[in-house]
C-alpha cells in the first residue's frame, strides 16, 4: 500500500513540474514606438505571441512595434531622439553594451529583458 502511495504521488509531483515551464522557455520582448519614445516590455511569458502583447500594451501608444524577442537570454534597446538600436546577449550587460554601440553617440538604455 506504502509503495502505490508512493508512485502515485511521484507521478502527481513528475506532472506538476512538467506543467512549470523552465525560466529558459519563458519569453520576453520590447516593443518600441521612435516618434514619441513610448516603451514598453515584458518577461517570463510562456509564448512569443503572450510576451508581445503584454510588451505593445505597456507601450500605450497605438503605433508601437515589437522591436525585439528573446528566450532564454537578454535583449536590450538603446535609444536618442531620431535613431535605436537592438541587440542580443547573454546577460543584461552585454545586451546593453552591444545595443549602445550599434546606437552611437548619445544613445541611453530604454528597456532591457532577461528570461533566464
Known amino acids: 500500500m506504502r509503495i502505490a502511495l508512493l508512485l502515485i504521488l511521484a507521478c502527481a509531483c513528475a506532472g506538476a513540474v512538467a506543467a512549470t515551464p523552465r525560466k529558459s522557455q519563458l519569453h520576453g520582448a520590447i516593443a518600441y514606438h521612435t516618434a514619441s519614445g513610448s516603451v514598453g516590455w515584458a518577461t517570463g511569458h510562456r509564448t512569443s505571441r503572450e510576451a508581445k502583447v503584454e510588451a505593445l500594451r505597456q507601450c500605450a ?3 508601437c ?23 542580443k546577449g547573454a546577460t543584461q550587460a552585454e545586451a546593453e553594451a552591444k545595443a549602445l554601440r550599434r546606437c552611437g553617440e548619445g544613445c541611453e538604455i530604454g528597456a532591457w529583458v532577461c528570461t533566464r
Open 61 to 63: 501608444h497605438p503605433r
Open 65 to 87: 512595434e515589437v522591436v525585439a524577442t528573446v528566450r532564454g537570454g537578454c535583449a536590450a534597446l538603446a535609444k536618442r531622439a531620431k535613431a535605436y538600436a537592438v541587440q
